[in-house]
Every structure is written in C-alpha cells, then in structure tokens.
Nanobody
C-alpha cells in the first residue's frame, strides 16, 4: 500500500491550496484518512481526519479555514486550505487506516509528505 500526496507549494498569506492524497495497492477497505503537519524540531500535529462515512474532525487552529473531504471511489483524501497564514508552513503528511485483501485488521499507512510554505 502506498499513499501519494501532492498539491503543496509556495503561497502568499491569505492564499489557498488544495492538497490531495491517493492510496494505491492491495486495498480492500479504507477506514479513517487524515492529514498531519510537521515543522522541523516540533512534534507532528494532527490537522484533520475523516471517516469513510464522511464524518470529519478539524483541529481548532485551522477550523473555519481548512476543510477535509474524500472520494472513496478514488481512495483519495483532500485538504482545502484557505486564508493561509505563515504559521501554517509545514510538511503536510497524509495517513490512512487500510485493510488489505486477505487481511483481518486495519493498519495505518503514511504518505511521503508535501511541503506547504506560506510567505510573502
């Protein structure tokens, strides 16, 4: 199972970006998918999660600015980021709880991360 994240880049304060993360491989089912972010020297921070049924959880620091969504048919999770601030600068990583074919449990997989830089 592999997760491929994309959509990061350099954006000015107040701008927007859409991140996407697609899971591929021997996938029978995906439960929760989520986005985290990490700044060098700091702990990885949860940003948002979403269940297969569409129930989402957004952390307070980005609530009202970020939206998480997913396309179950494409095994893809998105993070719409609006009104970006310099403090949103980080590497954004996606993860997914995946049950593989022939497997009896879910296991979390991580993507490689995509850099988001908010700067004028």
């Amino acid at each position: 199972v592999q997760l491929q994240a994309s959509g990061g880049g350099l954006v000015q304060p107040g701008g927007s970006l859409i991140l996407s993360c697609t899971a591929s491989g021997s996938i029978f089912s995906i439960n929760a998918m989520g986005w985290y972010r990490q700044v060098p020297g700091k702990q990885r921070e949860l940003v948002a999660t979403i269940t297969s049924g569409g129930q989402s959880n957004i952390v307070d620091s980005v609530k009202g600015r970020f939206t998480i969504s997913r396309d179950n048919a494409k095994n893809t999770v998105y993070l719409q980021m609006n009104s970006l601030k310099p403090e949103d600068t980080a590497v954004y990583l996606c993860n997914a709880a995946v049950q593989q074919y022939g497997g009896s449990y879910f296991r979390y997989y991580w993507g490689q991360g995509t850099q988001v830089t908010v700067s004028s």
